[in-house]
């Protein structure tokens, strides 16, 4: 970064200020990250100055020769990788994914079937302080309350008593495998659209750790930042029946001019996730949250559902004295960054919580395996016990940064 250094300071110490936390803090927030440089590379290029509105061959400016390739690479590619029989590359978000899957599918004030949001849903599923709960109508399931489980009889019941338009399942907080056949007929039972959002667990299914949406789903929007380790961003796919009103619900419907230099990024992204390395990563990023719950819960945590299948889990703090918020915090002064998280059932405030919510993408990204798990299990659990005090944060602050230390954020870099 020689140019931004002499040209903007300030910046440039904040971006390297940020690559120093990067490098010296165990990243266990579940929706996070480490793109390769390569989609760095890609999304830090000049395809970011360009203006593309319209899609590949058909576009209302001209110049768009190379653009039209990277994005035409992205789609194909997207296509191969989830099995989708049309991809939209051009969502700049998650949310707006949703949205403008939403805008393609159904009318204003339509039903939607949805996860409560408190037991894992999404804000963009339908909270009523988002545009989803404000224009349609939000009916919602709950997870069992004994297993902390999708108890799918009582979805149907619920989707044959409410005759939604739209089943929807995907999840920010759960931390068990999606029976997407299962979805699909009781969306079929009652004429509705099965939407997918997949944007947790999208690097799973792509590298084979977690069953895929399609054949199932009519349309599987996700982010390309978690799990599938691309840039930030989102992509919509769908059944060729839904192919014309997503692409106009995305532009002109939502949305300008894409994002090209992060469609560059994406298409990068999933030539990666292509090769066979991906399923092996993908493989790991679940091997490690099993042994990270299982030694977490060998130590007497509580986890929702009692374990995991995927590449995150729920701890419920509530027999061990605290709150979701003094973990995080707690947590974070060590150099372990996680997120505070609503758990079923929870008397307590989003902004308290009871509880939090641990992933492993990041740092099977960063090469950790079963052991480290382990040894990463065994410095929470000493840390929540030590309940912020001064020495035993130090002690854990240096077993953090000797870890990190092990394994380089970018051995290329030598990071
Ligand atoms: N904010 C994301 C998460 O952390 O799960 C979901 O969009």
């Known amino acids: 970064m020689a140019v931004l250094s002499r040209s903007d300071p300030e910046v440039y110490d904040a971006i390297k200020n940020e690559i120093g936390r990067q490098r010296s803090t165990l990243e266990m927030i579940a929706s996070e990250n480490f793109t390769s440089l390569a989609v760095m590379e890609a999304q830090g290029c000049v395809m970011t100055n360009k203006y593309s509105e319209g899609y590949p061959g058909k576009r209302y400016y001209g110049g768009n020769q190379f653009i039209d390739v990277t994005e035409n690479l992205a789609r194909d590619r997207a296509k191969k990788l989830f099995n989708a029989e049309h991809a939209n590359v051009q969502p700049h978000a998650g949310s707006q994914a949703n949205m403008e899957a939403y805008f393609a599918t159904l009318k204003l004030g339509d039903k939607i079937l949805s996860l409560f949001l408190p037991e894992g849903g999404h804000l963009s599923h339908g909270s009523p302080v988002n545009f989803s709960g404000q224009w349609y109508k939000i009916v919602h399931y709950h997870l069992d309350p004994e297993t902390g489980t999708l108890d799918y009889d009582a979805i149907r019941k619920t989707a044959i008593a409410e005759k939604p338009q739209m089943v929807l399942c995907g999840y920010s907080a759960y931390p068990r495998t999606v029976d997407?056949?299962?979805?699909?007929?009781?969306?079929?039972e009652v004429?509705?659209?099965?939407?997918?959002?997949?944007?947790?667990i999208a690097g799973l299914c792509a590298g084979g750790a977690h069953p895929q949406p399609f054949p199932y789903a009519d349309i599987v929007t996700t982010t390309t930042h978690k799990t599938l380790r691309g840039p930030r961003g989102a992509?919509?796919?769908c059944k060729e029946k839904y192919a014309q009103a997503i692409d106009k619900a995305v532009f002109p419907g939502m949305q300008g001019g894409p994002l090209e230099h992060?469609?560059?990024g994406k298409a990068v992204c999933?030539?990666?996730?292509?090769?066979?390395?991906?399923?092996?990563?993908?493989?790991q990023v679940v091997k490690n949250a099993k042994a990270l719950a299982d030694e977490l819960m060998a130590k007497g945590f509580k986890l929702v559902s009692d374990g995991t299948d995927n590449h995150l889990m729920l701890v419920d703090l509530r027999n061990k004295g605290?709150?979701?918020?003094?973990a995080q915090n707690w947590l974070e002064e060590t150099g372990i960054t996680a997120n505070k998280n609503m758990v079923p059932q929870d008397d307590k405030s989003p902004f308290v919580t009871s509880g939090i919510r641990l992933g492993t993408p990041a740092l099977t990204t960063r090469g950790?395996?079963?052991?480290?798990?382990k040894e990463i299990a065994g410095m929470i659990d000493k840390i929540i016990a030590a309940k912020g005090d001064p020495a035993a944060t130090a002690i854990a602050r240096g077993d953090v940064i000797a870890l990190c230390g092990k394994h380089p954020l970018y051995p290329e870099l030598k990071w």
Do not use: R, V
């Not at 997407?180 to 079929?188: N, R």
């Not at 004429?191 to 947790?200: E, F, N, T, V, W």
């Not at 950790?368 to 798990?373: A, H, L, P, T």
């Open 322 to 326: 605290c709150t979701g918020k003094e």
């Open 180 to 188: 997407f056949k299962a979805f699909k007929e009781i969306a079929d």
């Open 368 to 373: 950790m395996k079963e052991s480290e798990m």
């Open 270 to 283: 999933f030539g990666e996730a292509l090769k066979p390395e991906f399923k092996e990563y993908a493989k």
């Open 262 to 264: 992060a469609i560059a």
């Open 191 to 200: 004429g509705a659209i099965m939407l997918a959002d997949i944007a947790h």
């Open 235 to 237: 992509m919509i796919m």
